[in-house]
């Protein structure tokens, strides 16, 4: 009896010690540059995210590799020259999500407030976000606009016309429980 | 005489140029005529991106390698199939996102078959991901 009642002990313990998380190993980030001599886009559908509904908490881990160009010139530039993707491999998203309910099911919009590193600069971001709750877990999508001026991304005079002074950043997370 | 043979090896090189232009732009990498940089298991691979190893992942960085490992998972979204090795760790896996030229294996492939992967390494953030992936060979014994 003292043995059983010591177990339940223990799993509540661990239940309080552990909040539960949800994961996506494959959330998909898009971004588009848009100038009248050339529309760019790039999709990565590897990006690594944490999600904790008690708390709200939120991490995004996007690998710049990862990103993937129609026009493979264009892919290496962005690693070589634009990102300098071996000096600043990732970028990362750490907030949570301001008035979340967890109890609500189906859909709900909120605003997620936090911070976007970005070749070492860190942005404070609201990003105004639609949560749904699935079947499995939660999907959570939005877009922000980042500027390419606010994270020392320089691009050379002469291709200045192709490159946006702004990114439109689109986001797409399926998170499913996490069992670590 | 002279000037028609300057003229025409002139023209062959700018086309020669324009050609590699265009690859340039717009031609993709088959990953199937890549050298491959090293050949490893799945659990060698995770093991490397968590001990004193994950240094030497670098040197893979853009590189081809091969993986060996059972299936775990195959997903498919917006057309691009990505399947996912376990590699005896509990959290972490290898992600193998195919070039859009395997689909047509896809049907003959399933969870816990051991299948070797070839592609193109581009980093770990929880797992080892991998991207313009092909088959090389499947094993149901393993």
Redesign the interface.
């Known amino acids: 009896m003292v043995k059983q009642l010591l177990f339940v002990c223990a799993f509540l313990l661990l239940s309080i010690a552990l909040p539960e998380q949800y994961i996506t ?2 959330g ?1 980030v898009t971004f588009f540059s848009y100038t009248n001599v050339e529309n760019i886009q790039a ?1 990565n ?2 990006v ?1 995210s944490l999600f904790q509904p008690d708390d709200s908490a939120i991490a995004v ?1 996007i ?1 710049m ?2 990103f ?1 160009f ?5 892919q290496e530039h962005f690693n070589e020259s634009y990102i300098e993707s071996d000096l600043y ?2 970028a990362t998203f750490e907030g949570s999500i301001i008035d979340f309910d967890p109890s609500i099911e189906g859909e709900q919009t909120r605003i997620i407030k936090g911070d976007f590193t970005l070749k070492d600069v860190t942005k404070q971001r609201e990003i105004k976000t639609k949560i749904t709750k699935t079947e499995k877990g939660y999907l959570i999508e939005g877009e922000f606009n980042v500027s390419i001026k606010d994270h020392n991304i320089k691009v050379p005079g002469l291709l200045s016309p192709n490159i946006a002074e702004t990114i439109n950043v689109s986001f797409n997370f399926q998170y499913e429980p ?1 069992e ?1 | 005489m002279y000037k028609n043979i300057v003229f025409k090896v002139s023209v062959v090189v700018v086309i020669l140029i324009l050609v590699g232009f265009v690859f340039a732009m717009f031609g993709k990498k088959d990953t199937s005529r890549i050298k491959t940089k090293t050949k490893l298991s799945s659990s060698e691979l995770l093991q490397k991106t968590t001990n004193s190893d994950s240094l030497l992942l670098n040197d893979y960085i853009e590189k081809a390698i091969e993986v060996t490992g059972p299936i775990k998972d195959i997903t498919i979204k917006d057309n691009k199939v990505t399947i996912l090795l376990h590699g005896g760790h509990e959290s972490r896996l290898v992600i193998c996102e195919m070039q859009t030229n395997q689909n047509k294996y896809m049907d003959q492939l399933s969870k816990g078959e051991v299948v070797n992967i070839k592609g193109v390494f581009k980093g770990v953030l929880l797992d080892a991901i991998l991207l313009n992936c092909i088959i090389i060979e499947k094993n149901r014994n393993g």
Do not use: F, G, H, I
């Open positions: 190993r494959q998909t999709t559908n590897q690594l881990s690998l590799r990862a993937v129609e026009k493979s010139l264009m491999p990732k996490y670590n």
